[in-house]
């Protein structure tokens, strides 16, 4: 993974020089100011990025922190990076190998792997969710299906549909976590309510599987990390 990941952003830097439609990025930090509006996309290798103002299309940071307190009307996809959300994504969010905390909003769907993963009570994810981490806590609102997995699994919100708990250790439903759909769950241990959470489909618990199902999962996640990679490599070469 390390190699995939070395490999593309040697070619991100050597294409950022003669970059037009997409602004690719490699200073050591980037900052859209509270009254600043970026037409295109933005592509920022090895540094910070801060978005306080607009972005009409994408943003897509390599190995950097990622602040956003203002509006992405496209994407934002960040490859082994944090993530602060305060403010708006317009379409999906992911982020792969770092911590990502939400206070904002997702207008679509959102894909979380790695690192711990704290959706706040003041989030808004429109679509559906993905997310496996460390320790998961979802606190927002949710309106679509949630796939989740990891150590702890907590959730404090309200979620309109489905729930499917993958491989966690414990799994709590807090005070006001309200799931609209089933509950089905995979730990090592029995699900911890409260009087006042509701699961209002049905609630079935899972076995953990074997070993080998485990190593499958990573592996799928590996290649999926990679995929997303060149992708955006792609796309990032194509604009020139």
């Not at 990025?25 to 037409?39: A, L, N, P």
Request: charged residues 20%; aromatic residues 8%; proline residues 2%.
């Amino acid at each position: 993974m390390k190699k995939y990941t070395l490999i593309l952003f040697g070619l991100l830097l050597f294409v950022a020089p003669s970059a037009h439609a997409a602004d690719v990025k490699t200073s050591e930090k980037i900052v859209v100011g509270k009254q600043d509006v970026v037409e295109d996309d933005i592509y920022a290798v090895g540094q910070s990025v801060q978005i306080d103002g607009t972005v009409k299309g994408d943003v897509v940071a390599f190995s950097g922190q990622v602040i956003v307190t203002g509006v992405i009307e496209g994407d934002l996809t960040v490859f082994s990076g944090d993530v602060t959300l305060g403010g708006t994504v317009g379409d999906d969010i992911r982020v792969f190998g770092g911590t990502i905390r939400t206070s904002g909003e997702v207008a679509d769907e959102a894909l979380v792997f790695g690192g711990d993963v704290f959706f706040d009570k003041d989030s808004k994810v429109f679509g559906d969710l993905i997310a496996f981490g460390g320790k998961v806590t979802l606190d927002g609102s949710i309106d679509g299906h949630v796939r989740t997995g990891g150590g702890d699994i907590r959730i404090g919100g309200p979620i309109s549909s489905n729930v499917d708990v993958q491989q966690a250790q414990t799994l709590t439903l807090e005070n006001d976590a309200i799931i609209g759909g089933d509950l089905v769950y995979t730990t090592d241990n029995t699900l911890s309510t409260t009087e006042q959470s509701r699961v209002q489909g049905k609630s079935t618990h899972n076995e953990p599987p074997a070993r080998r199902s485990q190593q499958w999962v990573v592996s799928s996640f590996q290649g999926l990390v990679v995929h997303q990679l060149f992708w955006h490599l792609f796309l990032a070469v194509s604009s020139i």
